[in-house]
């Protein structure tokens, strides 16, 4: 039977920092996972598990936003990995998270992981400008666009991104100080890492694509456009379509020249907009109808897509009879 470690068995009176821990009084099995914010968005992930059986990790995604995450893998992997990065490696993602549960199972033996995220504020497709001061500039222009996502295996560990890493583990000190190391050493891999996918960065090249793959992107298509108000997760429809999900990502960008939820987002704010004109809905209601929890959310990408805000272009209606 797995163990199981929930971030939903969270209890702490610091949120910045918490701890989970699992431990099987049958074995010596063990999972210590790790979080420390520091601040403005920016957080470190830990994992270290010793399993001696499967260990299923459930990962609770609280709200939709954007989110930038370099991820270094020490040793070990999921068992049901879809991604295309290097074991022990290294890789680079921009993506749209949306508001979810996530299970991975972890295979027996030794893991540990370290991830660096930064994520957008709640509800919100773009970092703020506090945030984007933390990424080089040459990176930045990247970011801009939510519909940009991309993923970058970075390969091999290099000896210098190893140091940061041991560093981070074994940071010599408590308090303050360590949050402000912890700061610097997170920065530090920022850079080293944006200064690799800039140099090696391989997102812009075309994807071999067959004749099946191109049909299982439009199975994709269909399934995000019929589930529009609860779509799945890019490596969950990945899966379900039976493809890789770095090739997934890349393809779907080929064919339909956008992201998936790019190409979802489109679909969704036409749809409102034609429930507005017909104007037999709240724009609370019409924001729920198209899949958004929060309206002032709806309303933020109304306004990118369209210029105007929800009301404006209902305001202009005429009110039916």
């Known amino acids: 039977m797995p ?30 996972k790790r979080s420390i914010n520091l601040g403005h968005g920016l957080h470190l992930l ?24 370099f991820g270094f893998n020490l040793s070990g992997k999921p068992h ?6 290097s074991y022990p490696g290294s890789f680079l993602q921009f993506e749209q998270t949306t508001s979810r549960t996530a299970i991975v199972e972890w295979l027996p033996g030794q893991t540990l992981k370290i991830d660096l995220h930064l994520t957008a504020p709640k509800d919100s497709y773009a970092f703020s400008p506090k945030q984007m ?22 390969g091999t560990l290099t000896p210098e991104v190893h140091l940061v890493l041991q560093q981070i583990l074994n940071c010599p000190y408590q308090g303050e ?38 049909d299982r992107l439009y199975h994709a298509r269909d399934v995000l456009l019929n589930n529009v108000e609860n779509p799945p997760s890019l490596i969950d429809l990945a899966r ?5 999900d770095c090739t997934f990502k890349r393809g779907f960008r080929q064919v339909f020249g956008t992201t998936a939820f790019g190409y979802l987002r489109k679909h969704r704010m036409i749809q409102a907009r034609q429930f507005l004109l017909e104007n037999k809905m709240s724009i609370a209601e019409v924001a729920c ?21 929800p009301s404006s272009l209902r305001r202009d209606v005429p009110a039916c009879d």
Do not use: W
């Not at 049901?80 to 990065?85: D, K, L, R, V, Y």
């Not at 001061?133 to 222009?141: A, D, N, S, V």
């Not at 109808?289 to 805000?309: M, T």
């Open 3 to 32: 163990l199981i470690l929930s971030d939903r068995d969270l209890k702490t009176s610091d949120p910045s920092r918490y701890k989970l821990s699992v431990k099987c009084s049958q074995s010596i099995s063990s999972a210590c």
């Open 240 to 244: 379900l379509v039976g493809m890789n």
């Open 133 to 154: 001061e933390l990424i080089p500039l040459e990176l930045r222009q990247q970011l801009e666009n939510p519909d940009d996502e991309f993923y970058t295996d970075l």
């Open 80 to 85: 049901h990995q879809t991604s295309c990065f």
């Open 46 to 69: 830990i994992r270290d598990y010793q399993l001696q059986e499967p260990l299923l990790e459930e990962i609770v995604h609280a709200y939709s936003t954007v989110e930038l995450e």
């Open 289 to 309: 109808a198209v899949g958004y929890s929060h309206p002032g959310y709806f309303a933020a990408a109304f306004r990118r897509e369209f210029g105007i805000n």
């Open 177 to 214: 100080i360590e949050q402000i190391y912890l700061q610097a050493k997170a920065l530090e891999l920022i850079a080293l890492q944006s200064a690799h996918i800039l140099k090696h960065s391989d997102r812009n090249q075309p994807v071999k694509l067959k004749s099946c793959d191109i």
